[in-house]
């Protein structure tokens, strides 16, 4: 099978060195100094427990024209990105083609077919790693304030969650000192996922009347971060 990896970075790297060592014809789009160490010595995975593997994906460029035609495309570009590489996308597509998207936050399309997460911000601004955020008992309080305001939403909009927020919590915390995505970003100065993530979620807030004073004061906060930080 066919597959392309758009965007292969830390999420679409994995994906594309899991597919390659099973055996599937995969095409990863990246970019600079990645792009150049995948092209001289593959993707090195490497596993919790140590073990590490070295896949060879059939081409890597950062040209998607030069991919051809898929039979499956994974987007795993950051969701900010997506307008600017849109318009070469259909280069990638037959009339059979399969397109997955494992990006972070509440996507466009999100309601197409409906009937009707906040570790990410509280890093970027704190510079605290998840294991950090949980064990501070400030932050953890404002992460659970945070995912009350988005649980109400959701069951407003009839999204059930199958876990209790403690849960989502303590399962953040055994992730352990992981610094998340959006800190990445802030640190390397890059524009950051928040308005997929936090701003999404604060307008489904108004679009539903449920106020949510803790996500609106974090994603000013991150907004002013990212409007000083960011490299334009």
Not at 30 to 41: D, M, P, S, V
Not at 44 to 64: C, E, H, N, R, V
Not at 91 to 100: D, E, G, Q, S
Request: proline fraction near 4%; include cysteine; glycine fraction near 10%.
């Amino acid at each position: 099978m066919k597959i392309c990896i758009v965007g292969a970075g830390a999420i679409g790297g994995y994906l594309g060195a899991k597919l390659a060592l099973a055996g599937e014809a995969v095409t990863l789009i990246a970019r600079g100094f990645h792009l150049e160490a995948i092209q001289k010595k593959g993707l090195k995975l490497l596993m919790a427990d140590g073990y590490s593997q070295i896949a060879t994906p059939f081409l890597a460029t950062s040209d998607i024209q030069e991919a051809g035609t898929q039979d499956v495309v994974i987007l795993t570009v950051k969701a900010h990105s997506v307008p600017a590489i849109a318009p070469f996308l259909p280069a990638l597509y037959n009339l059979h083609t399969m397109v997955v998207t494992a990006q972070n936050g509440v996507p466009w399309w999100y309601f197409r077919k409906h009937g009707g997460v906040a570790f990410n911000p509280i890093s970027a601004l704190t510079g605290a790693t998840l294991e950090d955020i949980c064990r501070y008992p400030l932050t953890r309080e404002l992460a659970r304030q945070m995912m009350t305001e988005t649980q109400a939403i959701a069951e407003n909009l009839g999204i059930k969650f199958g876990i209790t927020l403690e849960q989502r919590i303590n399962g953040a915390e055994n992730v352990g000192s992981h610094k998340t995505s959006m800190l990445q970003d802030i640190e390397a100065g890059r524009a950051t996922e928040i308005d997929a993530i936090v701003g999404a979620v604060a307008e489904l807030g108004k679009l539903t009347q449920i106020p949510t004073p803790y996500i609106d004061a974090i994603y000013a906060s991150v907004k002013l971060l990212e409007a000083t930080k960011v490299r334009i």
